[in-house]
């Protein structure tokens, strides 16, 4: 049973919306942080949005400066997810969304979810 599971991608016209959804098959609060990272084909992975899961009362969210303003990152503790809502989609945000869970030193890594935007 795969730890992270990640869902929502699918194709999009430029400007329009997603809402890509992480779930864990383990408490997110055993996570220091979640977070999303992305690929394009021959590009290297990149970090697109992280979360604070470990403590609740600061969710601490981080962007990849290409995404600040248009993409926001949540948390819920009931549903043991994450969930990325993308906003203002661009043809540059095409590639491969892998959901990260880290331990200390130790990265988890979802399948990814494709996800491509049409300009």
């Known amino acids: 049973q795969a730890l992270l599971v990640e869902s929502g991608g699918g194709f999009v016209q430029a400007g329009g919306s997603l809402r890509l959804s992480c779930s864990a098959h383990?408490?997110?609060?055993?996570?220091?942080?979640m977070g999303w990272y992305r690929q394009a084909p021959g590009e290297q992975r990149e970090l697109v949005a992280r979360?604070?899961?470990?403590?609740?009362?600061?969710?601490?969210?981080d962007y990849g400066d290409s995404v600040k303003g248009r993409f926001t990152v949540s948390r819920n503790y009931t549903k043991n997810t994450i969930f990325l809502e993308m906003n203002s989609l661009k043809p540059e945000d095409t590639g491969l969304y892998y959901c990260?869970?880290?331990?200390?030193?130790?990265?988890?890594w979802g399948q990814g979810t494709q996800i491509t935007v049409s300009a």
């Open positions: 979360i604070t899961t470990q403590v609740r009362s600061n969710p601490n969210p």
């Open positions: 990260n869970g880290r331990r200390g030193r130790l990265d988890y």
């Open positions: 383990q408490r997110i609060f055993t996570f220091d942080s």
